[in-house]
């Protein structure tokens, strides 16, 4: 007599159990491969940045593109201040010698709004 829940009673033979978990074991095995060929890709070509092979490359590239990004802030945040200070000189109607402090007061707002996120 079988047991509540065997494979005769679910219509599973066990031969199709085992082909079934042999098949899902292939496809694991599978994909494992794929994922490390594609991560050797990967880091290949970061290796190849670099002078014969080496971590110098990968590094350069790193920090050059940390640079780009650091200064196309600097421009977008020049811009802003640049803005906020043109509507604050147009609020009291460019009157006046407020330029800079349209500038000052525009530069803290600026800064307060993307390091504080207000």
């Not at 033979?13 to 694991?28: H, I, K, P, V, Y």
Request: aromatic fraction near 6%; hydrophobic fraction near 35%.
């Amino acid at each position: 007599m079988e047991k509540s829940g065997s494979f005769s009673q679910s219509g599973i033979t066990r031969e199709q159990a085992g082909a079934e978990g042999l098949r899902r074991t292939d496809f694991n095995a599978n994909l494992r491969q794929r994922m490390a060929a594609d991560d050797a890709q990967y880091h290949t070509e970061k290796l190849a940045l670099g002078s014969q092979g080496s971590h110098e490359g990968w590094i350069k590239a790193e920090e050059a593109g940390a640079a780009s990004n650091a200064a196309m802030s600097a421009e977008a945040r020049h811009e802003m201040i640049s803005v906020a200070a043109y509507y604050l000189a147009e609020k009291r109607g460019f009157a006046g010698q407020g330029a800079c402090d349209d500038w000052m007061k525009a530069e803290a707002d600026i800064d307060a709004r993307l390091h504080g996120g207000t």
